[in-house]
């Protein structure tokens, strides 16, 4: 049968009014027992509070910002309905400071403690101090003075003094993940020397006086309770000489006992047998340091057990929340973005040889023979890089063939002769194969689209500048002819012209090598057959051209004599497919063989 758990804040001992800076849950949400529900934050200490059942959350009688005290409502859980539709409880259910559960489950419920609130401590006090340690008469905590008004405490260590882990309640074996200090620190009056971790709480034990640290009896992974000696701080310390850490009033040895109960809380309110007896030096006031040392990151336990199985370092997460706080969201966003990146060994390698690609193994040259080392242009640098991106990230195909452009070139010859009577351009063969690309990448657009950067989309592209690869002194550059498509070929022989020029003059402009949609790299005035160009990214095709030569090439009857212009295109496999890329070639083939088809 479902019945009602009013979860109230348990025993936190001397403190009230502790600000509430995370709620883990809503309305409506199953719970698990154990599972944190609300964090407090103290200034020596961050506390889940856990479900005390596990149930489903029916109201919610707190939010963040409140400022809380044992006692105080928490929420409102069902349990034994985890699976039944929360009904929302309204708040007024569980009043503050109500600190029963209505119908009471198998756990234990919260109880106010005989002595009222503050008894019992939330912070750890000032390591245990055996030398004041008292426990007679110990007034309640709530009559504990604020610091201002407190009896002097101890500044520096005149005396040795021994320090013990304080009261953590009924908790025992509770683990250190922190030493601060080592033997020979002088330390500042509450300065926190180690930390402790608990299932639900995380906690600082600072000195009680200022002094200088021998005997460290302890180290991480120990697991301590009560009285377990820490260390020994003797020999006042130069005050002038110790680093400014605390802000406000340092914690004072209370004349009053603290009660017994837990520091770690738990499971929701539970019976609070706090009691002034046996008593020992509490803490007055909270002091203002920071909740752990600089080097500590600020999380609540719930967020140090999701990090660490996770495997993620909160040293370098970073907080979000008040005060500087990792939230459970900033580990899911640095895991996130962890797992974006790729390693940092290899991006490392990536930048020099790959996709952790293993590095070219470096040779010393010179025992072999004599050597110079000059180092590379800026230009052959930036071409380098740009290509090795290109060759690394594109699948690469190339289509060869070869295109008969025996009447081309018969034509080619008679028109640049004329050209050049009537003071025109020399007419190379390159504004030939340009006009034909372009009336190909009409025909065929995907050789003019762009894959987007996410790899989810194809970029088309209604524009046909082309851009032509440009042998300089300098390196290789890439000017670009705009419009190809709407220009003569003898406007194309007079851009490619004076753009190679200024690429051999070193007098491109960034404009100028910009915005083209496909490439051609002609190696035909040099020699060569076929190549394996790379693809100019994020473009996704590039034609090479080499040198025509005659070949034999049979008719149906003989063989006959005919130029014969070898042709290799490159592309991006993951956005063309190879059947495409036939057609393409086909197409361009047709074209030179018979520039009439350009006019169709
Ligand atoms: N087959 C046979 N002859 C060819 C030819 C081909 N495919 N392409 C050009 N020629 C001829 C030209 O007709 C010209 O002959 P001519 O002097 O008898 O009239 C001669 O070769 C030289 O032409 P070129 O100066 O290369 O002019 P072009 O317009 O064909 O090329 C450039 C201009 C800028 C592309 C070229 O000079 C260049 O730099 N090419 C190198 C490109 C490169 O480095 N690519 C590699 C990139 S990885």
Redesign the pocket.
Known sequence: MATELKVTVPDIGDYQDVPVIELLVAVGDTVDKDQAIATLESDKATLDVPAPEAGVVKSIAIKVGDKVSMGDAVMVIEVGAADAPAEKAPAEEAPAGEAEASEKADSPSPQPSPEGRGSSSLPLPPGEVDATASGEGAPPADETLPAEEAPPAAETAAEPIAVTIPDIGDYSDVPVIEVLVADGDTVEKDQTLVVLESDKATLDVPAPAAGVVSGLAIKVGDKVAMGTAVCVLSGAASRASAPEKTKSPSPQPSPGGRGSKSLPLQPGAVDATASGEGARPASAAAPETATASDTIPYASPSIRKFARELGVDLAKVGGSGPKGRITQDDVQGYVKLALAKPPAAASAAAATSGSGIPPIPAVDFAQFGEIEVKPLARIRKLSAAHLHRAWLNIPHVTQTDEAD?TEL?AF??EA?EESAKAGGP??????F?MKAMAKVLEAYPEFRASLSPDGESLIHKRYTHIG?????PNG?MVPVVRDVDRKSITQL?VE??E??AK??DGKLKGGDMKGGVFS???????GGSH?T??VNAPEVGIL??????IKPVWDGAAFQPR?M??LSLSYDHRVIDGAYAARTMVLLVKLLGDMRRLVL
């Not at 090479?544 to 030569?549: E, F, R």
Request: charged share 15%; no cysteine.
């Open positions: 452009i070139e080619r010859k640049s020399k007419l190379t063969l390159l504004p194969v032509f690869a440009a042998d300089t290789l022989a490619t012209g753009l190679a690429a051999r051609i790299s002609s190696l035909g005035g040099i190549f160009p790379i090479g051209v080499s040198k025509a030569v130029l212009v070898p």
